[in-house]
């Protein structure tokens, strides 16, 4: 008797590695080309996002002025006045977590959706349990390397220099040799830092609030989107930092308006970068 045994095994649709390189690569979000209109043209829908709801707006600018204010208090108590130039100078580099409910007011508005208070803080709450809280990892400790890097240099350049108030710290940096080597050295490791973290957060907050992805995934397209638009990206990157700084010279008071506004146009300039998921 003769007896055929025979092995069949199914194929499972979409199971195959072929389909499911095919699969990530369809799921890898596309980058467009950006121009200098887009930059203004996402500034204007900023700025209507502002007036829509300039108070709950200003509330975000307003926390974020009070907690600069609170970081120069606290070093003035402590007597850290050195710290206090190279703080503010450094605080922008956390912006981009601090304007977390800025782009979900942005969103909801563009889709015309109703919201109050409870939704806009719900959705920051829920981040948390999202890859937002590893993202506001990422910004604070470029901030710490940034402030370290600070003390470093200003102890191998400034050893023997004497600061005990604002005054004398200006002073030994703006009117020494000493002090325009710190500066120059300062201002290209700081330039760098804030190059890094621009690139891998541009796109990456608003992406990790809008859509159910990794914080590495969002980063590289974050990358992506400045190797693409080097440009327009660094236009815009330019135009934070000065409105930024020049935000902060009126005891912070500036950012309660201008943070809110650079929020909202961020928010608009990655819908027009990363289009949606479904397009």
Known sequence: MLWEECVVTPKIAGSTPHDNLAAKQQAKPKVNKVSARDITASLRAGYADFLARPFMSGFFGLIYAVFGILIVWSLVWLGKIWMIIPAIVGFPLVTPFAAAGLYEMSRRLQKRESFGWSEIFAV????????????????????????????????????????????????????????????????????????????????????????????????????????????????????????????????????????????????????????????
């Open 124 to 279: 920051i709450a829920k981040q948390r349990k999202r890859e937002m809280g590893w993202m506001a990892f990422v910004t604070l400790f470029i901030f710490w390397v940034w402030m370290y890097q600070v003390r470093l240099w200003l102890a191998v350049t400034l050893q023997n220099a004497s600061f005990s108030d604002l005054g004398g710290f200006l002073n030994a940096v703006l009117f020494t040799p000493q002090g325009w080597t710190f500066l120059a050295i300062g201002t290209c490791v700081g330039a760098l830092l804030s190059a890094v973290l621009f690139s891998v957060t541009v796109v990456a907050m608003p992406m990790l609030l809008d859509r159910e992805t990794d914080i590495v995934s969002a980063m590289l397209t974050s990358i992506r989107v400045v190797t693409e638009n080097p440009v327009v990206m660094l236009t815009w990157a330019a135009i934070i930092s000065v409105t930024m700084l020049l935000s902060m010279v009126p005891a912070f008071l500036g950012l309660i308006f201008t943070l809110p506004i650079l929020g909202h146009t961020t928010w608009h300039l990655y819908q027009r970068v990363v289009p949606p998921a479904e397009a």
